[in-house]
């Protein structure tokens, strides 16, 4: 089971904001070029004698002309810089680049729009204004428009950034707070302590000097759940450490069911990990390798330094939950993997796969550079 | 009082043992660490009382108690933290132990369990026949979801057949039954139970008033609210039985 609950909610609300931006987009575009239109038309015929010897129609054409250009171009613009991922950019690499759109856009844009009037309207040439001062003036009014949706556009995109990025640093916050009430509220598991309780009951008159050890490893496995919750990693011998007290008390409880391999290397035991995870996975093992079948079976403990990352694996018996483990299987895995993913960020996994028939191997993994 | 022991864990049996000393009218049978070997044991030794871990490998306790044929032993559960169980229990206040058992909780239980009990301690006569038919005070173990319950036979109103299933109607409850309506019939005291179609069988005490129905047949309505058909072929021997 890959822990993806929680990935695969940001990722439908992630299609969702998507979607909302893109109406956004037309909106905004519509409402724009729509009011740019408007504010044409209506200097258009505030001054009829600017000129005059261009037909009404010509200059309905040529401005739709200019609009559909405009919105044509802005479009693309969108389109290629998203490619080049400009939005990702901060101000002193994007104004070179805005400023240098808006020139070229307005080139093209007043190229187009010169070639579109001279040749297929075959407008004459009004000799009042000479042609390169008119096309200046043309290419800068144009500029102004280009820089100014440009400008809107990334305003826009830095605004929603800083929203979302606030909105993100709240909901980590958030779910490391939950992670911790939780880590604290599972760290013990209430039947395993009574059971264990209930057994050394039974060997106190059995054989003392085990029961006397016993109530030092429950000891010492309580202390440490206790403490725990309050350190971010421990030093992997220490979590190995209460593990194999927790393993001794199992061993009280379950006695021959419950067979133990253990292959740690000698460069992992100064590692950083989060304590309590190999408790967890052991825990694990036990609930559903060995509790649930009458003859028990073999629980594995493998630790190995590999390049850059810590590998535990624990092995147990038994089947992978049908359909990708979304029973209780899930919680204390999930919590463990969600914990993991918090302080050691995306480099730390935690997997439960079955390598062999009737095997399941609980693998975490845990870089070494981070975090620690 | 013939005891078992049924605890996947040696030392809790141990020291369930170890506390059953102090009562002496209760003497210790046998043990067993799962539910298949619970099964052979109380058919070689036939146990009057099985203290039952509810927490076992493979099948649980509720799980051995639902594969009995009736009646259902006499029982005193043992848990170490059960939500859902201990909630089951108190629903029907079953008794249950807490491990580590307190002593004096464990009196408490066994002095209650003496009190149910016809009779005196040794009860519950010589084992009942496995094959033989079940009193009016006899109980049945059934199950449903997270609640579950030691019915008396008295108390069932209605049994429905529901396949290689038998619904049970008692109380405000229907649970299901694990056995088919017909191997449920040859168990039943034909004194109290009778078969008014090929789907029901209705508890003769809890008839509430009775009218013709189409075809000769007769319609029976319980104190429960429930109507049952009675075909016609069966109407003739119910009022042979019911004028008697």
Redesign the interface.
């Known amino acids: 089971m890959e822990v993806t609950a929680n990935a695969t909610v940001s990722v439908d609300d992630a299609r969702r904001r998507q979607r909302a931006k893109e109406r956004l987009y037309v909106l905004c575009q519509t409402l724009g070029w729509s009011l740019f239109t408007v504010m044409e038309l209506a200097s258009t015929l505030a001054m009829p004698n600017f000129d005059n010897d261009r037909s009404r129609s010509d200059q309905l054409s040529a401005l739709i002309m200019m609009v559909t250009m405009g919105l044509l171009m802005t479009h693309f613009f969108r389109l290629l810089m998203a490619r080049w991922s400009w939005k990702q950019m901060n101000w002193r690499f994007l104004a070179p680049r805005i400023l240098l759109a808006a020139v070229v856009g307005s080139l093209l844009w007043n190229g187009l729009g010169c070639a579109y009037t001279r040749g297929l309207l075959r407008e004459a040439w009004s000799p009042k204004y000479s042609f390169p001062l008119l096309f200046l003036i043309s290419w800068f009014y144009g500029f102004t428009l280009m820089a100014a949706w440009l400008c809107l556009y990334f305003f826009y995109h830095l605004f929603e950034r800083l929203n979302r990025s606030e909105i993100e640093r709240f909901q980590l916050m958030t779910s490391v707070k939950e992670a911790e009430l939780r880590a604290l509220k599972s760290q013990v598991n209430p039947h395993f302590i009574f059971n264990s309780l209930n057994s050394l009951r039974a060997l106190i008159g059995e054989d003392p000097a085990r029961a006397r050890q016993a109530v030092t490893q429950l000891a010492n496995l309580l202390r440490y759940s206790l403490q725990s919750g309050q350190l971010e990693t421990v030093p992997f011998e220490d979590e190995l450490r209460v593990v194999n007290d927790y393993l001794a008390l199992e061993q009280v409880r379950h006695e021959e069911r419950l067979r133990l391999r253990l292959d740690v290397a000698p460069d992992t035991l100064q590692l950083p990990v989060p304590p309590m995870l190999l408790q967890t996975l052991v825990e694990n093992a036990i609930k559903y390798g060995i509790s649930p079948r009458p003859e028990g079976g073999e629980i594995a403990i493998v630790a190995r330094r590999e390049g850059s990352v810590l590998r535990l694996q624990v092995t147990n018996p038994g089947e992978m939950a049908p359909n990708g483990g979304s029973s209780s299987t899930g919680v204390g895995l999930q919590n463990a993997a969600e914990r993991l993913r918090l302080i050691f960020g995306a480099g730390a996994s935690l997997r439960l796969r079955s390598d062999a028939p009737a095997r399941v191997v609980a693998e975490a993994v845990i870089p070494l550079s981070a975090g620690a | 009082m013939k005891v078992l022991l049924i605890d ?5 049996r ?2 369930l043992r ?1 506390l059953l000393e102090a009562f002496p009218t209760l003497k210790v049978a046998g043990e067993a ?2 539910a ?1 070997q619970a099964r052979e044991q109380m058919a070689a030794l036939k146990p009057d009382l099985l203290f039952l871990d509810v ?1 076992m ?2 099948e649980t306790g509720m799980d051995l108690l639902e594969s009995l044929a009736p009646p259902a032993p006499q029982v005193i559960f043992t848990t ?3 939500e859902f169980a201990v909630k089951a229990f108190e629903l029907n206040a079953l008794d249950y132990l ?4 307190d002593p004096a909780r464990l009196a408490a239980a066994i002095g209650r369990l003496s009190a149910r009990l016809p009779g005196a301690p040794a009860v519950n006569g010589a084992a009942p026949d496995l094959r033989g038919q079940l009193a009016a005070g006899d109980k049945v173990f059934v199950r449903e979801g997270d609640r579950c319950w030691f019915v008396e036979l008295g108390q069932i109103r209605l049994l429905e057949s529901e396949g290689n299933y038998t619904r049970v109607h008692f109380g405000d409850a229907q649970p299901q039954l694990f056995r088919s309506l017909n191997a449920m019939e040859e168990r039943l005291d034909p004194k109290f139970f009778f078969r008014a179609n090929r789907r029901q069988i209705i508890n003769l005490s809890w008839i509430s008033g009775i009218e013709p129905w189409f075809s000769g047949g007769l319609l029976v309505l319980l104190k429960g609210g429930e109507k049952v058909e009675i075909s016609r072929r069966q109407a003739q021997e119910f009022r042979d039985r019911m004028s008697l």
């Open positions: 996947d864990e040696r030392l809790a141990n020291e170890r660490a799962n298949k927490q490998p493979g170490a933290y059960d807490l491990k580590p058992v």
